[in-house]
């Protein structure tokens, strides 16, 4: 297979995806897509690299198709190729320490990724390492019991998802939403605003509720207890006079 080819079975595993987001496993829309991707992982190595070191858009499609797919079996299936193609950008290094291959590993996957879900617009790729960057603090601001459930998310995948929305509602950043954008970047990313990181990250909160919540309902839950309950003392007083 050549890069052309290889190019073309990415843009119709994409094709099938976009077609059958409604179907169920057992339609064709999804066998094809299904077996798109399969012989996509079957790519040899160097090649597969080559193209992904070359063409941005291909980590961008796919991770959409991880993360908001509604079709389990198309969405499971592109999660294993999108890891595979991770394995193959890790690449291999001379034997180190485990901390330091740890470390380096984990840059090394970081800026991968960027590479990979770069649309080619700065503004837009800055707001998505700046989402991850914040995704990113969750693990070390929850209990022990929510740590599995945290480290499961992967924060560039939401970050992917969050801002994707973003963009289709608020058009770019520089437009007249730039005040939403703003608000949005800075609650998350707000040491003293946790819970909002945490709901963002888990899915509780998704990208298009973020796109409607008012600047109070993005505050922290201890800030939100206290505006309801000024609230409701508002509320009393207005009725006892």
Same mark, same amino acid.
């Given at each position: 297979? $050549?890069?052309?080819?290889?190019?073309?079975?990415?843009?119709?595993?994409?094709?099938?995806?976009?077609?059958?987001?409604?179907?169920?496993?057992?339609?064709?829309?999804?066998?094809?897509?299904?077996?798109?991707?399969?012989?996509?992982?079957?790519?040899?190595?160097?090649?597969?690299?080559?193209?992904?070191?070359?063409?941005?858009?291909?980590?961008?499609?796919?991770?959409?198709? %991880?993360?908001?797919?509604?079709?389990?079996?198309?969405?499971?299936?592109? $999660?294993?190729?999108?890891?595979?193609?991770?394995?193959?950008?890790?690449?291999?290094?001379?034997?180190?320490?485990?901390?330091?291959?740890?470390?380096?590993?984990?840059? *090394?996957?970081?800026?991968?990724?960027?590479?990979?879900?770069?649309?080619?617009?700065?503004?837009?790729?800055?707001?998505?390492?700046?989402?991850? $960057?914040?995704?990113?603090?969750?693990?070390?601001?929850?209990?022990?019991?929510?740590? $599995?459930?945290?480290?499961?998310? *992967?924060?560039?995948?939401?970050?992917?998802?969050?801002?994707?929305?973003?963009?289709?509602?608020?058009? %770019?950043?520089?437009?007249?939403?730039?005040?939403?954008?703003?608000?949005?970047?800075?609650?998350?990313?707000?040491?003293?605003?946790?819970?909002?990181?945490?709901?963002?990250?888990?899915?509780?909160?998704?990208?298009?509720?973020?796109?409607?919540?008012?600047?109070?309902?993005?505050?922290?839950?201890?800030?939100?207890?206290?505006?309801?309950?000024?609230?409701?003392?508002?509320?009393?007083?207005?009725?006892?006079?």
């Amino acid at each position: 297979m $050549k890069k052309q080819e290889f190019l073309e079975l990415f843009e119709a595993a994409i094709r099938a995806a976009k077609t059958a987001r409604e179907k169920t496993n057992s339609s064709p829309q999804v066998a094809r897509c299904v077996d798109a991707m399969n012989r996509l992982k079957e790519v040899p190595e160097s090649l597969a690299l080559d193209v992904l070191l070359t063409t941005s858009s291909l980590g961008e499609n796919l991770t959409r198709v %991880c993360v908001e797919h509604r079709n389990p079996q198309i969405r499971s299936d592109a $999660k294993n190729l999108l890891n595979t193609w991770m394995r193959y950008l890790y690449g291999s290094r001379p034997k180190r320490s485990r901390r330091d291959e740890v470390r380096d590993r984990r840059d *090394d996957r970081d800026q991968n990724l960027v590479k990979m879900m770069s649309t080619g617009d700065s503004k837009r790729d800055k707001v998505r390492e700046i989402l991850q $960057k914040s995704l990113s603090k969750v693990a070390d601001e929850v209990h022990v019991e929510m740590k $599995k459930r945290v480290t499961d998310c *992967d924060s560039w995948d939401v970050a992917v998802s969050v801002e994707s929305a973003m963009f289709e509602k608020l058009g %770019c950043f520089e437009g007249p939403q730039k005040p939403k954008y703003r608000s949005i970047l800075f609650n998350i990313g707000d040491s003293n605003n946790p819970d909002l990181r945490r709901k963002v990250l888990t899915g509780e909160i998704n990208g298009e509720r973020l796109m409607t919540m008012k600047r109070e309902e993005m505050g922290s839950d201890k800030i939100q207890k206290e505006v309801k309950a000024i609230k409701e003392k508002a509320a009393r007083y207005k009725e006892e006079n």
